[in-house]
């Protein structure tokens, strides 16, 4: 953190609009201990277990961190690369990739960091590089379409809660969604158009995203509504009647009821009712994880086999895409415009303004 007392100024320095990406985050290797960091970080959070802390305490520090680690830290060694965390690595090739666009369109420099809300590079450490490169604006740019208060409104409280450490806080825009941009729901379609080009089509559309219990949707969280209406707008973009697509929800933990239909469930009844393929696409998953790559690619395509089904298919996230970048890269411009439009940092005014506050401090 950025302590109040520390200097965080220079006259005359100039003043730019950078970016904030950011992403859940991953453990910094796929072993039991740095997944037993990495998961007290994100299950402590309240916004993603919304449970009174003293009991949570007992049941995460006493029960889930002595058994989960272990098991979780198998299922990423099976996706993880030599160049490390899919996640990871795939949120670097995003921003450099909205970088480069950027370079390219804006007519300031416009910096471009990585933040995980959980785990490394952190939201603190990618804020502080930002700072340190004059930014004084700051577009927040969560890679989560569909708003949630467990994935995007807990990134805004990391966010905050390094800025308050901050002298001079930056201007914020915070892109808090974008579920039913058509730059967003193009680069979907054609996904899917390009893997039925290469592979044929299945008989069905599963579109699955993450669930969250369903009492965050009863106490008012959007998430399960704006997830359909991403549902709904990518089965009109692609042309498809009611029955050839379904929207489900994956990744339930613990014993309450979460969002409903359960994808899992949901495959195993497609095959015992005759449905002989299917084709399963994440929207929520802006990049290729643990989730989509281990929970959806293998685990998944072995419920629907092994019930009945003889063809799965998964169509992988947007990660890099072209049309995904030049999309996302749209979205900062747009947030970011008003600013760039009044941006003045030209040397020779920077110059004369640091020896008027020099002046100035000299006459104190």
């Known amino acids: 953190m950025k302590y109040l007392g520390e200097p965080d100024y220079q006259h ?18 796929p072993t039991p201990k740095a997944l037993r960091r990495y998961l007290k970080q994100f299950l402590w959070d309240p916004r993603v277990v919304e449970v009174p802390r003293p009991l949570w305490w007992l049941i995460l520090n006493g029960v889930i961190l002595n058994i989960r680690p272990r098991r979780s830290a198998a299922k990423y060694a099976t996706v993880w690369t030599n160049e490390g ?51 004084r604006k700051l577009v927040v740019l969560p890679l989560y379409p569909q708003f949630s208060a467990s994935t995007t409104a807990s990134t805004l409280d990391a966010v905050s809660e390094e800025l308050r450490g901050w002298r001079w806080t930056p201007d914020l825009h915070f892109i ?16 899917v158009q390009e893997h039925w080009d290469q ?15 369903k009492r965050y949707l009863l106490a008012g969280d959007p998430y399960h509504c704006l997830c359909h209406a991403t549902g709904f ?25 979460w ?37 959806i690619g293998d685990e998944n395509r072995e419920n629907f086999l092994e ?26 411009l747009r947030h970011a415009r008003p600013w760039l439009d009044t941006l003045d940092n030209d040397p020779e005014k920077r110059a004369q303004a640091r020896e008027r506050a020099l002046a100035i401090g000299a006459a104190q």
């Open 12 to 29: 005359g320095s100039p003043s730019h609009v950078g970016v904030l990406v950011t992403n859940l985050g991953t453990p910094d290797a």
């Open 85 to 135: 965390s899919p996640l990871l690595v795939i949120a670097q090739r995003q921003a450099e990739g909205i970088r480069k666009r950027l370079a390219k369109l804006a007519p300031d420099p416009m910096p471009v960091a990585v933040g995980m809300r959980y785990g490394n590079p952190s939201i603190p450490d990618a804020l502080n590089e930002l700072r340190q490169q004059g930014v």
């Open 176 to 191: 808090s969604g974008y579920e039913r941009e058509n730059g967003y729901i193009n680069a979907l379609a054609a996904s």
């Open 199 to 213: 592979n044929g089509r299945a008989e069905r559309l599963m579109i699955s995203f993450h669930g969250v219990p």
């Open 233 to 257: 707008q990518l089965a009109q973009a692609l042309g498809l009647q009611e029955g050839q697509w379904q929207v489900t929800f994956q990744s339930r933990f613990g014993r309450e009821e």
């Open 259 to 295: 969002l409903r239909p359960y994808t899992d469930e949901t495959l195993k009844a497609m095959a015992g009712k005759g449905v002989r393929s299917v084709d399963v696409i994440c929207p929520g998953f802006s990049a290729d994880c643990l989730e989509t790559i281990e929970e």
């Open 307 to 332: 019930a009945g089904g003889e063809h799965f298919s998964y169509i992988p996230a947007l990660n890099d895409r072209p049309d995904h970048l030049d999309f996302l890269t749209d979205l900062v």
